[in-house]
Nanobody
Framework: QVQLVESGGGLVQAGGSLRLSCTGS????????MGWFRQATGKEREFAAA????????YYAPSVKGRFTISRDNGKNTVDLEMDSLKPEDTAVYYC?????????????????WGKGTLVTVSS
């Protein structure tokens, strides 16, 4: 059974940092482009960052570029999202997903290729 599991969410003050991690169970992440999405309460899920299967290229939404860094360790089967200079508007549930790179973002596969999310709360 394919499963993506996110971890690392929590409560942080504005200006602080968090590091999220996504691991694959029953899935070799090295075969796929991977990405992070986020969904704030009452808003649609939005793309945040993506990385090609070999880590050769990364892509970011304008709202997080320069503050977030996506990376991967295919040997450990993990994809991380380092989030710095966090703002209250970064508060959301963060999801990792597998998919393909399209138009500078990740086009995720179907519902089975998403994790269940991890909550990030940034206080002002």
């Amino acid at each position: 059974q394919v499963q993506l599991v996110e971890s690392g969410g929590g409560l942080v003050q504005a200006g602080g940092s968090l590091r999220l991690s996504c691991t694959g169970s029953g899935l070799a992440l090295s075969n796929y482009a991977m990405g992070w999405f986020r969904q704030a309460t009452g808003k649609e899920r939005e793309f945040a960052a993506a990385i090609r299967w070999n880590g050769g290229s990364t892509y970011y939404a304008p709202s997080v570029k320069g503050r977030f860094t996506i990376s991967r360790d295919n040997g450990k089967n993990t994809v991380d999202l380092e989030m710095d200079s966090l703002k209250p508007e970064d508060t959301a549930v963060y999801y990792c997903a597998a998919g393909v790179i399209r138009g500078g973002a990740l086009k995720a596969y179907g519902t089975d290729w998403w994790g269940k999310g991890t909550l990030v709360t940034v206080s002002s």
